[in-house]
């Protein structure tokens, strides 16, 4: 056979293999948008509406330390629902058939199915453009594109230089106890205190806000609201203790906690670690799960604590067994146990000390349920909120009992709202306003003007100073005020829904906290 012969074969048979292309470049966009739909569904599903900055954190920050019924929730709720609906549309699409089916359409004779290549491919686009519009609108990415155009100015009007602040101490320095309780609300009050429910499922954190310094948003006791770059856990951690929410920019990731290049948490960053460290604090950081998930490993030790406690060095103290992992890492009656040692420990120095921890129980879905909970509620998440608040009030107990606690504060605090976005569907009215919870116990410091405040996070920056007994030159730090003074908020000086919408704006300002 000739050449010439054999050339158009080998042009059919290209030109076969090229027809392929558009099918496969849809069917793959098919799945993208079926998995930017289905990620988006469960994220709202399970977190709730937190804001694109933390589902953009959540993106750069890794698998490190994740909770294993997460990626399994995720596998089941997201990724494989996402391969049902992708292949039969991609199949009903393309659909071979031998013998097409015509009919009349318009009074002319049409074929009906197979759709055509060009329309099957428009049709394939539209859908996965429709999802993939769909998903951005459901995790507010049309939001935070809008605000990421819009700059603002606030840090240059508003944002306190902790380098440029003068804070004295007193000449005998009080110690830190500050224990970070996950996603604990005043909601969970009864609604005759001023709570969402009908009835009172932290009566032991309610008679310690009693008992001591509470600042509320009400008259009665109440707490602190949740504002961009701080609806999660270490958004909250930076806002309580760097005065900033915590914006995550396009482009920062590395291996170990995508935030930072080589494990370094916002270096430029002035923080209450840091002004603690300047003035001869012995400081430690307790969690009880990997230490590294999030960032917060990389956060404190950036910000020069002394010691990081997680589950891997409770393994090695032989607080829980080599093998041992439940929830994130270990429950929270361990996690007490275990800053009863090393608080012991760190007592005996020769120097005064700030040792923060965070519990984890009441992390969502549904808490976890330890040997210590009770079973008095239908809901499980109500069973763990009620042991946190018992274990917790029964840590404070132990804590006035020690040789150290005269000359120690202690400060109670939940972080953000809780992710349990189904909970607050079947238990919380729609229009409940939510605030996180606050309690200042033997504070070097007191005022009268704790009820009906506007305030978030960042304002526990300076009020922990200046519960810790330090004078700060103009009671301002970061976008935080200390609440024992007399200085509005920044909420309450421009408004709620002003502040958080210029806290989400870009800020160039910001950048130099990565330096």
Not at 357 to 382: I, W
């Amino acid at each position: 056979m000739s050449n010439k012969h054999r050339k158009p074969a080998k042009k059919t048979a290209r030109r076969t293999n090229l027809r392929w292309i558009p099918p496969v470049l849809i069917g793959l966009f098919l799945l993208l948008g079926c998995l930017c739909f289905f990620s988006a569904l469960w994220y709202s599903r399970i977190f709730g509406r937190t804001g694109f900055d933390s589902v953009l954190y959540t993106l750069t920050s890794g698998l490190t330390g994740t909770q294993p019924g997460m990626l399994k929730s995720y596998i089941t709720g997201c990724a494989l629902p996402a391969v049902a609906v992708c292949v039969p549309l991609f199949v009903i699409l393309y659909f071979p058939l031998k013998k097409p089916i015509v009919r009349k359409v318009f009074g002319k004779k049409r074929q009906v199915f197979p759709l055509h290549r060009i329309v099957a491919g428009c049709l394939g686009a539209a859908i996965s453009l429709g999802l993939i519009l769909h998903a951005a609108y459901s995790v507010e990415l049309l939001q935070y594109i809008k605000s990421q155009v819009q700059g603002t100015a606030l840090y240059q009007a508003e944002y306190k230089d902790p380098k440029k602040v003068s804070v004295t101490f007193p000449e005998k320095k009080r110690n830190l106890v500050y224990i970070i309780l996950e996603s604990m609300e005043t909601s969970y009050l009864s609604e005759d205190l001023g709570g969402a429910l009908d009835h009172n499922l932290i009566p032991e954190l309610y008679a310690l806000a009693q008992e001591n310094t509470n600042f509320s948003h009400n008259d009665t006791v109440g707490g602190f609201s949740q504002i961009s770059g701080a609806s999660w856990t270490v958004g909250s951690m930076v806002a309580q203790t760097g005065g900033v929410p915590l914006k995550v920019p396009l482009g920062i990731k590395d291996q170990q906690n995508g935030y930072g290049a080589g494990g370094v948490f916002l270096p430029g960053l002035t923080t209450l670690q840091n002004i603690l460290h300047d003035n001869g604090y012995y400081q430690a950081l307790m969690v009880g799960s990997n230490s590294n998930y999030g960032g917060r490993r990389a956060y404190y030790l950036t910000h020069e604590i002394d010691a990081v406690y997680d589950l891997y060095t409770a393994r090695e103290d032989g607080l829980i067994p080599q093998d041992y992992y439940k929830w994130w890492g270990f429950e929270d009656l361990h996690l007490f146990e275990y800053a009863k040692e090393k608080l012991t420990e760190i007592a005996s120095k020769e120097q005064p000390f700030a040792f923060t921890m965070l519990t984890a129980d009441t992390h969502h879905v549904g808490g976890y349920p330890c040997a210590l909970c009770k079973r008095q509620y239908k809901e499980n998440y109500d069973n763990v909120i009620a042991c946190s608040s018992a274990q917790t009030a029964a840590f404070i107990a132990w804590l006035q009992q020690q040789p150290f606690y005269e000359n120690t504060t202690v400060i109670i605090t939940g972080d953000h709202n809780s992710m349990d976005a189904n909970y607050f569907k079947r238990n919380v009215a729609e229009d409940y306003e939510r605030h996180m919870y606050n309690c200042f116990i033997n504070a070097a410091a007191s005022t009268e003007n704790t009820a009906n405040r506007q305030f978030c996070a960042m304002d526990l920056f300076p009020t922990t100073l200046a519960a810790l007994g330090c004078n700060i030159a103009g009671d301002r730090l970061g976008f935080g005020t200390n609440l024992f003074s007399d200085t509005p908020t920044l909420l309450e000086k421009f408004g709620y829904d002003y502040f958080s919408e210029e806290l989400s704006k870009r800020a160039f300002y910001y950048s130099r906290f990565y330096d």
